[in-house]
């Protein structure tokens, strides 16, 4: 069983919240203001650590990584928090887990926010033996056009983290299929200039989702904007 850490964040009818690749639950959504965000609308929050990332189990097994497994992951997290239904938010890879949990347990999630994702998974696009080795210290590895670059170029100076785990999740998640179809009412938020999303108006379209699109902003910076929070609190409420 995959030991997983997650913080409860107090207030009413929480919010769970997945973090993406490389990324934790505290960097990605406390560091940002969502938290906070939702305490001022009387929300709590559940945020854990993925597999392979943060506080929680970190196997060097590309097989123990999926959007399934991850997905079941936190279907196992809501048990333990004792919720039965919930709305959520994804970013990056997070949301691609978050699509995989409403396809396993559409009838646990009420609405669901997901980000920073268009029609192309990007460890396979540009490729996965790419990725690994830009990991471990290559930094040549990578086209020099793949927006992953600068986010393992700091991933190399970074403490802490397991590159293994990453490299190994990185392979799992690109050996299965991109989740892009949603049963709950859905919205995608990207930003304007992030060449991740590509393809975010066809990925809306599959997910019958409404689109947002941030002005001005990339891959990190959507996730801290005001205006990302300013359409999915509202969302998420009605």
């Not at 268009?118 to 927006?147: C, H, I, K, M, N």
Request: net charge negative; aromatic share 4%.
């Amino acid at each position: 069983m995959t030991r997983l850490h997650v913080e409860r964040h107090p207030g009413a009818d929480p919010v769970l919240l997945v973090h993406g690749f490389a990324s934790t639950g505290a960097l990605t959504w406390e560091a940002t203001g969502w938290v906070a965000a939702l305490a001022e609308v009387g929300r709590g929050a559940i945020v854990p650590d993925l597999r392979g990332h943060g506080g929680s189990d970190s196997p060097h097994d590309a097989d123990a990584y999926s959007p399934d497994l991850l997905a079941a992951d936190l279907v196992a997290v809501l048990d333990e928090e004792d919720v039965d239904r919930v709305d959520v938010i994804g970013y990056s890879m997070g949301s691609w887990v978050s699509l995989a949990l409403v396809g396993l347990v559409p009838q646990r999630v009420r609405r669901l926010v997901v980000g920073g994702v268009g029609t192309v998974e990007q460890f396979g696009y540009w490729g996965v033996s790419a990725v690994q080795a830009a990991l471990r210290d290559d930094a040549t590895a990578l086209d020099p056009a793949s927006p992953l670059g600068p986010l393992l170029a700091s991933l190399r100076q970074a403490p802490g983290v397991d590159r293994e785990a990453l490299a190994a999740c990185a392979e799992g998640m690109a050996a299965h299929p991109l989740p892009l179809t949603s049963v709950v009412p859905t919205m995608l938020v990207v930003g304007e200039v992030d060449p991740v999303t590509e393809g975010a108006e066809e990925a809306a379209r599959l997910l019958n989702a409404e689109l947002i699109v941030i002005p001005k902003r990339n891959h990190v910076t959507t996730l801290s904007a005001r205006a990302f929070k300013q359409a999915a609190l509202p969302f998420l409420a009605s």
